[in-house]
């Protein structure tokens, strides 16, 4: 599985990666259903760190059922290229076409909790992401547009307001800080 191999190449920025690289892998090689959310405890996602070719902004997301400004993503939902989950899920939560990977590579790794929620009526429990970001591009004049059943705003943010912006404090200290600093 190319998704695995590529986890196991990348070489973690500091110990949450490293610890999180491990139980990656661990469940990748322990659940054939690892790229299914019918796998309700855990399963694999892929994110994006959107940015202008400058590097100087970013942009987020505000997400309904997070209640908080934050980068786009989604569940694999069966497909094991990460990437094209990324990109897919940025296209349709931002309105972006024209978003690019900066690289193919992984740009950062991470095990997220998910708390139990309502979606589309149903109640989804609490459950782990499996989660790998990936480094993406886009034109800050394209048009972005919301995606009503995702998100209440999509905007640009320079890299610091971004961290303001988002209401989830985990994910700024761990996640979005560590992204902003590998640029």
């Keep these: 599985m190319k998704i695995a191999e590529d986890i196991r190449a990348y070489v973690p920025c500091c110990e949450q990666e490293a610890a999180d690289k491990t139980v990656i892998l661990d469940f990748l090689a322990n659940n054939r259903d690892a790229f ?15 940015v202008n070719p400058e590097r100087t902004k970013v942009v987020m997301v505000y997400h309904r059922i997070y209640d908080s ?30 978003v690019r990977p ?7 790794l991470e095990v997220l909790t998910v708390d139990g929620h309502e979606k589309r009526g149903k109640y989804v429990p609490s459950h782990l ?16 547009r919301v995606c009503e059943e ?3 705003g999509v905007r640009w943010f320079a890299l610091d307001e971004a961290l303001k912006a988002s209401t989830e404090p985990w994910f700024v200290e761990r996640i979005y800080k560590k992204l902003n600093s590998k640029l």
């Design 69 to 98: 400004w934050s980068w786009t993503g989604g569940h694999a939902d069966g497909e094991e290229d990460l990437l094209a989950v990324a990109l897919r899920e940025a296209r349709e939560e931002t309105g972006l076409q024209n």
């Design 36 to 50: 299914s959310r019918d796998n309700r405890i855990a399963h694999m996602t892929a994110s994006a760190w959107i």
């Design 150 to 152: 995702e998100n209440a």
């Design 102 to 108: 900066v690289s193919e590579e992984i740009f950062s």
């Design 129 to 144: 992401h499996m989660n790998v970001t990936y480094l993406l591009e886009a034109d800050e004049s394209e048009r972005v």
